[in-house]
């Protein structure tokens, strides 16, 4: 298995490393080299490119970051033994900070990792990639059976509230199995629990106990276990929480509409949603719509 790091993220982390006296101290970059002054020097742009590639992937090396990243791949050997090349590159935010699996008519399959650079100074990148390795060793698996063909993966995709249920059960049994392996991640139980809790509240309490046991607990379910729990029919449209798929655009929505503007709007929406109900509200930008269009179109119009 090859690892490979973008440039991008490399010059990044170090760019973090120099900065901090203790953590330059520890690894021996210095923000001041002369060595790097140097290859300012080089008047060919090329030349002067490859120089700093070079500098800056020895440093990486060097500072140990290399094998910081290989390390946490190699607790999963079915990962580690699969793949052909893990990639890591910069994400630019904590929520584009995932594992993804690519594979290619021939050959083994590659994994591309984003990460957040101040993670490998802070050693903060570990559970994250553990999180993410476990998903991928997972999608590896053939006794999870995560389907292989495109066309039904699409259609997996294609419903929000699904998608996010299906990784809500996803996350927790991946949690839940890392914990008997890492203690770090006992204290994601809570979270996890809120998270099933919101999702899946029309279950019922009993319910939702007996599954977060099975799931977290339990051994790997499997996808089509995940599945048919996410895809349960009752009560498609879920409590308004943050986060919850709007139950008219079906897109997650961190902004509801205000109660009382709910009301006003009940006749309009329930023309085109007849088995909406107001209890189950709808986000600011559809309520926006709404309003607009009560506005424009007055019940009474003279041509
Ligand atoms: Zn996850
Ligand atoms: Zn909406």
Redo the contacts with the bound molecule.
Sequence with gaps: MIVAVDQDLVEAVLFRLGRDPCLAAATGYREDDPEREALYQIADPGARNEAFGTYFAHWFHQAGLEGALRSALDEFPLLAGTIARATFCRARSARDEVGELFRGAEGPPRAVFALLPERLPERTHVPILRHECQHLHDILDPAFGYPLDPAVLRQLEADPLFRMRYRVLWDLCVDGRLSRRFPEFAKRLPFRNRELENSFGFLGSPVIEELFKELWYGEQPGHARLWKLATDPRHERGPALPGMP?P????P?FSWAEPARIDALRDAVVRDFPAWTPAES??A??AEIYAARNMRLPPTIVV
Excluded: A, D, Y
Excluded at 248 to 251: A, G, N
């Design positions: 709007c008219l655009c079906r897109f929505t709808l986000c930008r559809c």
